[in-house]
Nanobody, 112 residues
């Protein structure tokens, strides 16, 4: 089973940027897609973005399209979520996942 560890969260002002990382171990990284989800306080967990195993295909939620970019470096067993133009509504715990594993999450807070 794959183990996933997110990092890179923090406090940022509206309009700012953060890059989240998702480090994987335990399996051949390029064999599986990575998805990012987020969960805000009092809300259900929602899909943010997905990238396939080769990195050649990405999908985004409408709410982040044009602001967030998902990528991966298979040589480093790491996926990334570059977040630009952050808004207070982006405040949430962000998780990366594979088909059968979730990371522990990293907190992103957008506030002035």
């Amino acid at each position: 089973q794959v183990q996933l560890v997110e990092s890179g969260g923090g406090l940022v002002q509206p309009g700012g940027s953060l890059r989240l990382s998702c480090a994987a171990s335990g399996s051949t990284f390029s064999n599986y897609a990575i998805a990012w989800f987020r969960q805000a306080p009092g809300k259900e967990r929602e899909f943010v973005a997905n990238i396939n195993g080769s990195g050649g295909r990405t999908i985004y939620a409408d709410s982040v399209k044009g602001r967030f970019t998902v990528s991966r470096d298979n040589a480093k067993n790491t996926a990334y979520l570059q977040m630009n133009g952050l808004k207070p509504d982006d405040t949430a715990v962000y998780y990366c996942k594979t088909a059968d594993s979730w990371g522990q999450g990293t907190q992103v807070t957008v506030s002035s």
